[in-house]
């Protein structure tokens, strides 16, 4: 009976905590350089998570990972208005996906998870699928 109390409390109550990783590409598929859009979404990110946050380059992108933010700290309007600049920023060349998850820490109880990766599409948007 408890792994049910507990399966529905991750379900129903507020989280305690939040979780960002974000991985921003630096270069557009056409070569277009992009790393001061990517700095500026991140000193964003890095403002609604109270500077809690590593910011990491890779070869050809911009990392940022969040330590355990409360509940209290984390503005989730203002995260939403983020995913929002996100989206627009690599809308064309990108979908932006957004993976959210709950799960359980030791410490918090429960913690929301945000895995925000702009990715280029397998195929072009412009074509149409054969009928």
Known sequence: MSG???FVSRLVS????YQVYVRLPTR????????????ALVDDL???CEGSLDVYGTVDGMVANTDV?????FDVDRF????????????GPYTVAVIRKR?????????TSYLVVPVRPLFP???QPAA
Do not use: K
């Not at 933010?69 to 700290?73: H, M, N, R």
């Not at 939403?80 to 809308?91: G, S």
């Open 14 to 17: 507020r989280p305690r905590a």
């Open 69 to 73: 933010v409360s509940a209290s700290t």
């Open 28 to 39: 557009l598929p056409n070569g277009e350089s992009i790393v001061a859009d990517a700095r």
């Open 103 to 111: 799960r359980a820490d030791h410490r918090t109880r429960r913690v």
């Open 4 to 6: 049910l109390r507990r």
């Open 80 to 91: 939403d208005r983020f995913l929002e600049r996100v989206e627009e920023r690599y809308d």
């Open 125 to 127: 948007r412009d074509r």
């Open 46 to 48: 890095e403002a609604i």
